[in-house]
């Protein structure tokens, strides 16, 4: 029953994001949502520019280690795609990614939870703790932006029990809890 | 008589003021040093506050002032201070600095009326405000003591027209006396002989005595309220402390000294510790984890010299501190372990099942009082027990204190617990309570010197409940310690299997391999306890959910969870850590990770904390170890040794163990 709410969500995701790309930069509302604010301030442009750090982890991918980026988007839709092209290409000497190979299928804003909807393709070849150190980097990037209070990953739609076989993706990230 | 007289005088003040209301609303009367002072425009109140006279504040407060007509500037010097107020002005400037007031000074009958409290406070002068008489008290501040400690300007003595009056309050929490309201102005103060009830408006009252004699009479005054806290005379001081008030009123000096000796500390048996002392005392007490500790704080008290002497050649744990108790300066470095208990709080939550003081609640919460004051004035002492006189243990304790080096904790746990070990293994627990002792060390110290506190622990070998019982020789400690616990649950996941093989090694192993034989090995380690229940989640190459293993641990109700892990990712990566997710895993993850970084010898990735499934979903204290890299060379090799591989499972059992009898 969740996965087919999933599925339907997602149909329906896709569709307004096909019908927000010919009304250029309106804002996404979810449909039926209280409390959904505008996620993007007004603008005038068609495209939007603005900073945003980005987490990798250091050579021994003990800690985190942020580079400030600039973000580049006309839809908001594409702004959180364009955030996962800089989660995978660090800039820096010395910085890594450990989402460099990452496969996804969709990344979207629904309410107040970002979806990313990940490959089953995808194999992850890294041991728990450095797992642990993704999903810091992941996380700490993507909360940045206020309107992304909570994350949940799905595979090919569905959602499961740790995506990369140790970190709980069954309950989505919540702002709070991300350490 | 006279206390009649005043009785009868409030009586008509009371009736007075709200006839006096509408007529002259603002009517003040003002007491300088004692004396009442009518001023020829009499002080008002304005925006709640105080405004007198300029001649008031020149005369009254000893102070100079200057007038600048053209400027409405008055400038008061005062010793090494100086304000200066404008007409109708708010901001004043004080030394220098702009200061905001309620009240700015405003002219009324063609003179200049300054805030009083404002530049009373700012000459360093006393104001105080009676409500009930409408009476504003304006005196030089006094210096006031309390067992040696300065607290003058804390602690405020007001000038009344017959005698000096001292906020009671801080004097009572000062010197570690119980207040506590019983209504809301009735004050109840016990100083362990006697309870007092003080109640502003009447005389002072005892309401309970220890003493047969029934209740004695005492140097009675009727209580005050000023500045809307509780006010009492100076002559009863004594009465109300019990203890020794030094007083200079001509150099404005207050010595209050109320000390209590702590005379000996004593072991009656394994289970019953007797603190003497020279007169009542009620401590402070609270308990710590890891070991488990009971820590009594016994507020204005020292250690005697009678009791210092009789220590004789007791070797202080402090190492380079000389024979000097009264010395209060000690240096960082001295032997950290061996103070961490006795100032340095671990910052976790006392155990709610025994009892905390609430008014300590915070300090053994947080830590945060004892982080202000790392080290005891005085060196720790370590009290001889009685049945340790010819074992080995107590100095093989000592022994690990001074040598371990780096490691937060005050004794390595492991070759402490090897006592116990030893012990515990071959007894039924009837018999472990029966023949092993309680308490494992006691300590204490002159722990502060401003104000005095005495500190006792008690370091316990398992968790006991306690109870003080407090009379007036001292102080009575009866432990009740609790069994064993006893099918102690213990559930060990071995990550990955069957079709989920893990992580890759650089060998062609595979983690799943590595994590079954650990937690084989470890199974088989923790099965020797017969206290340990031991349920692995999988016991050969199977795939299991991450949702069954947690299952097989709720659903079992276990105790406690341990998943095993190795690594992978870049070829130069290396090292040892340990997650645990919820705050109740937090104890476990430490202990755990010092054990299994001490065996793997690889660099420390430190404890973390992450949402891993096993760990997150799971209703027990759990951890997650990833042991080493199977990504690189060394690590790797290391991990495919079976004599590593034993030696992890049993540093893992060893932690396991250290958690149990420390923390559970």
């Keep these: 029953m969740k996965r087919m709410t999933i599925l339907v969500t997602i149909l329906i995701m896709s569709l307004s994001l096909a019908s927000c790309g010919t009304t250029g930069s309106q804002p996404d509302v979810s449909p039926g949502e209280t409390g959904t604010e505008t996620e993007q301030p007004p603008n005038e442009e068609a495209s939007e520019q603005e900073k945003v750090t980005v987490y990798y982890v250091n050579e021994q991918a003990t800690d985190l280690v942020g580079e400030e980026r600039d973000l580049e988007y006309e839809t908001p839709e594409q702004k959180y795609e364009e955030v996962m092209l800089l989660l995978q290409d660090p800039r820096e000497d010395g910085h890594y990614s450990l989402w460099e190979a990452f496969q996804y299928h969709t990344i979207t804003l629904q309410a107040n939870t970002l979806v990313i909807d990940a490959s089953g393709e995808n194999t992850y070849t890294f041991g728990g703790g450095i797992e642990a150190m993704a999903f810091d980097a992941f996380t700490r990037t993507f909360f940045q932006f206020p309107e992304v209070e909570q994350i949940q990953f799905t595979v090919d739609g569905e959602i499961v029990e740790a995506m990369m076989g140790h970190i709980d993706t069954r309950e989505p990230f919540v702002r709070e809890e991300s350490r | ?664």
């Design chain 2, 1 to 664: 008589m006279k206390r009649f007289l005043t009785a009868v005088w409030l009586l008509v003040m009371v009736f007075a003021i709200p006839g006096l209301a509408g007529a002259q609303d603002h009517s003040v009367s003002l007491v300088i040093e004692g004396e009442t002072v009518e001023p020829d425009v009499p002080p008002l109140i304005h925006n709640q506050r105080t405004l007198v006279p300029v001649r008031v504040v020149a005369e009254g407060l000893g102070a100079d002032v200057d007038w600048d007509g053209e400027t409405r500037t008055a400038t008061i010097t005062n010793d090494d201070t100086i304000l200066k107020l404008q007409l109708d002005n708010p901001v004043a400037e004080l030394n220098g600095q702009r200061v905001e007031m309620d009240a700015p000074p405003m002219i009324r009958n063609q003179r200049m009326l300054l805030p009083l409290r404002f530049v009373g406070e700012a000459m360093g002068i006393t104001v105080g405000w009676e409500d009930l008489t409408r009476t504003v008290y304006v005196n030089q501040t006094y210096t006031v003591t309390i067992n040696g400690e300065d607290v003058s300007g804390k602690v405020k003595i007001y000038q009344l027209k017959n005698e000096p009056y001292v906020e009671i309050e801080t004097i009572a929490g000062k010197l570690g006396l119980d207040t506590r309201y019983q209504e809301e102005n009735r004050m109840i103060l016990d100083n362990y002989s006697e309870n007092w009830e003080i109640t502003p408006g009447k005389p002072l009252k005892v309401t309970q005595s220890s003493e047969t004699t029934g209740l004695k009479s005492k140097k009675s005054g009727v209580v005050k309220q000023i500045d809307f806290k509780t006010v009492v005379p100076l002559r009863s001081l004594e009465d109300l402390t019990e203890g020794s008030v030094e007083t200079d009123l001509k150099k404005r000096e207050i010595h209050i000294e109320r000390l209590r000796n702590v005379e000996g500390i004593t072991v009656e048996d394994g289970v019953t510790v007797s603190i003497q002392t020279s007169a009542p005392v009620k401590p402070i007490d609270f308990t710590l984890v890891g070991p488990h500790r009971i820590v009594l704080d016994i507020p204005a008290s020292v250690l005697s010299e009678e009791f210092l002497d009789s220590l004789g050649e007791l070797e202080e744990l402090k190492t380079d501190s000389d024979n000097s108790d009264i010395e209060t300066g000690t240096k960082e470095e001295d032997s950290e372990q061996a103070n961490d208990e006795m100032d340095s709080e671990d910052p976790e939550e006392p155990d709610q099942s025994e009892q905390v003081e609430e008014n300590y609640e915070g300090q053994a919460g947080t830590g945060s009082t004892d982080e202000e004051d790392q080290k005891p004035a005085s060196g720790i002492f370590v009290l001889p027990l009685p049945w340790e006189e010819e074992g080995p243990s107590n100095t093989e304790v000592k022994d690990t204190d001074s040598s371990s080096e780096e490691d937060k904790d005050v004794v390595d746990p492991e070759v402490k617990e090897q006592g116990v070990h030893e012990i515990l293994d071959n007894l039924s627990p009837e018999e472990v309570i029966e023949k092993y002792p309680a308490i494992r060390e006691i300590r204490f110290s002159q722990f502060e010197e401003s104000p005095y506190i005495v500190r006792v622990v008690l370091e316990l070998n398992r968790k006991s409940n306690y109870q003080i019982v407090s009379d007036e020789n001292g102080l009575q400690i009866k432990l009740d310690p609790l069994p064993p616990k006893l099918g102690y649950l213990i559930v060990v996941d071995a990550g990955h299997g069957g079709k989920d093989p893990g992580a890759q090694g650089v060998s062609g192993n595979v983690e799943k391999d590595f994590n079954l034989d650990v937690a084989q090995r470890l199974v088989k380690l923790l099965k020797q306890y017969k206290e340990f229940q031991v349920v692995a989640t999988r016991q050969d190459d199977t795939f299991l959910t991450l949702d069954e293993r947690v299952q097989i641990a709720n659903d079992m109700n276990a105790d406690l969870f341990i998943s095993i892990h190795a690594n992978a990712y870049r070829p130069t990566s290396r090292g040892t850590e340990t997650y645990y997710y919820h705050q109740r895993s937090k104890n476990l993850a430490h202990v755990i990770h010092r054990h299994l970084l001490n065996a793997t010898g690889f660099p420390d990735r430190k404890v973390q904390t992450a949402p891993f499934y096993v760990i997150k979903h799971t209703d027990m204290p759990a951890v997650l170890t990833e042991t080493g890299f199977m990504t690189n060379q060394y690590e790797n090799q290391m991990m495919l040794k079976p004599e590593f591989r034993q030696k992890v499972a049993e540093s893992l059992a060893a932690g396991i163990r250290d958690y149990y009898l420390n923390y559970e």
